[in-house]
């Protein structure tokens, strides 16, 4: 018999912008998708309507699309099993939850969120586990009624059974096995008639035949519950995977305070895609693959043997190196687009392609392109050059005032080329290597780094490198 086709999912609740952890899950359940030859279906879990905004949803949609993650089913590509909404999924999850109301598998609860913090409380105090006390579930019909005749409005609880166990095996944690008793009997539709997570989650990864999913170890113990569920409807489970959780460099929970921003923020900042699909990889996946690769390389590299148990550990610097080696790999085209907003607005097109083309590999976000702008159609000098403390005026003064008379006349004779001006220079000065070319580079652009000068130079024209050595003179 053959294998069913894998079918992954990614299953956000629009209450937030998305962050990198739930980024990586999202890249991971795509992978395992496509390494399979299987499908990636993307699932809104919008049921909670205080906390689920629409234009979350819309930034989810964006995201995942600039991150190269397109899904083979969800919103704005349905199938049959559509709506991938569950905002929009009420009716499915009012006809399981009657079936199982007849069935006598969950029971109306009337407890108050009060009554149900006291019950916690005193479970905690008392050094047990707390869990539902069960209060309701022996009410009979009278007692039911005579609650809802009090205007309580119930929420519905599962029953979960007095004994046994729950297990499964985890792709990343093993075998797992829960107590029933440990369990407690948990929501599955809240007071205001919307199904609850445990409930809606479990049915739609059923109903939308979904058989492999990787989510968050938060989700490891919520496992069990919707096992219980699909059972009780008899529907077959998904084998889980929970990914290990990502945290700053101190082990905390990764947070704003380690510098981690949502894909937007991280988008935004000029950010490639490559880059952080490329670092996300790599946190919690082990893999000897190195160098940047596309997704459909990732895609053929991606293992679910090799998720770890361990906490993985997102690293600003990290993301900086791929991000180096990405902005290193666009093509022209890209790279003119990346940069474009911090270029001037009115250069010919062969000049902003030579420009790009400059420095681009000094590049890790685009805004550093403004000070090579600076540098090269500016007409001011440098302001290091202000600053009589500073290295670029050491430098300077290093050289001596003749220096730069002497390279501003061979500009003026020979005009702005790099390789003429060095070899001239030479010959005037007797000067070579560091000590011919450093005071130039401070000189000429303010600093000690910097793209290679040549093409700057010709960028630049004559008129602005004269200007810009015949300053050095003063300073110097
Ligand atoms: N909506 C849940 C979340 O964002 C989905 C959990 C799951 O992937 O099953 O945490």
Not at 79 to 94: C, I, K, L, T, W
Not at 200 to 220: F, P, T
Request: hydrophobic share 45%; with cysteine.
């Amino acid at each position: 018999m053959s294998q069913p086709i894998v079918v992954t999912r990614f299953a956000p609740s629009p209450s937030g912008e998305l962050h990198l952890g739930n980024a990586r899950t999202a890249l991971f359940n795509w992978l395992h998708a496509r390494r399979h030859g299987g499908r990636f279906l993307l699932r809104i879990e919008d049921t909670d309507a205080e906390r689920s905004k629409a234009e979350f949803t819309a930034q989810l949609l964006e995201d995942l699309r600039w991150l190269g993650l397109e899904w083979d089913a969800g919103p704005g590509r349905e199938d049959a099993a559509a709506p991938y909404e569950q905002s929009r999924r009420g009716a499915v999850y009012r006809a399981a939850l009657e079936r199982l109301e007849r069935e006598e598998r969950v029971y109306p609860c009337f407890c108050s969120t009060l009554e149900i913090e006291v019950s916690r409380r005193a479970q905690i105090a008392a050094g047990k586990p707390p869990r539902y006390a069960g209060t309701c579930r022996a009410l009979d019909a009278a007692g039911r009624a005579a609650r809802l005749a009090e205007g309580r409005k119930p929420t519905l609880r599962f029953r979960v059974p007095d004994s046994g166990k729950v297990e499964f095996v985890d792709l990343v944690h093993g075998e797992q096995s829960f107590s029933c008793s440990d369990l407690g009997d948990f929501v599955v539709q809240r007071a205001d008639g919307s199904a609850a997570f445990f409930f809606s989650n479990a049915l739609d990864d059923a109903l939308m035949g979904v058989n492999v999913v990787l989510r968050g170890e938060d989700h490891l113990s919520n496992t069990p519950r919707q096992l219980l569920i699909a059972m009780a409807l008899g529907m077959s489970m998904p084998t889980y995977g929970h990914l290990s959780l990502i945290t700053g460099d101190d082990g905390a929970p990764l947070s704003k305070r380690h510098g981690a921003r949502s894909l937007r923020q991280l988008r935004e900042a000029g950010y490639l895609p490559e880059a952080i699909v490329n670092h996300l990889f790599r946190l919690g996946h082990s893999s000897a693959l190195a160098g940047l690769q596309s997704l459909a390389s990732l895609a053929e590299h991606f293992d679910t043997a090799h998720l770890g148990k361990s906490p993985a550990r997102f690293d600003t610097v990290q993301l900086d190196v791929w991000q180096k080696e990405a902005v290193h790999r666009l093509d022209p085209e890209r790279a003119s687009a990346w940069l474009r907003p911090y270029l001037p607005a009115e250069l010919a097109p062969d000049v902003e392609r030579a420009f790009v083309a400059a420095i681009q590999q000094n590049l890790i976000l685009p805004q550093e392109a403004a000070v090579w702008a600076q540098v090269v159609f500016g007409d001011a000098a440098p302001t290091s050059l202000a600053d009589p403390a500073g290295e670029s005026v050491a430098a300077i003064r290093a050289a001596g005032r003749d220096f730069f008379i002497a390279a501003s006349a061979v500009v003026r004779e020979q005009g702005a080329d790099w390789k003429t001006l060095t070899g001239a220079l030479k010959e005037r000065t007797g000067r070579k290597g560091p000590d011919l070319f450093k005071p130039l580079r401070h000189a000429l652009t303010g600093s000690a780094h910097g793209p290679e000068l040549a093409p700057l130079l010709l960028l630049m024209g004559g008129a602005r490198v004269i200007a810009r050595l015949e300053h050095a003179a003063t300073v110097a």
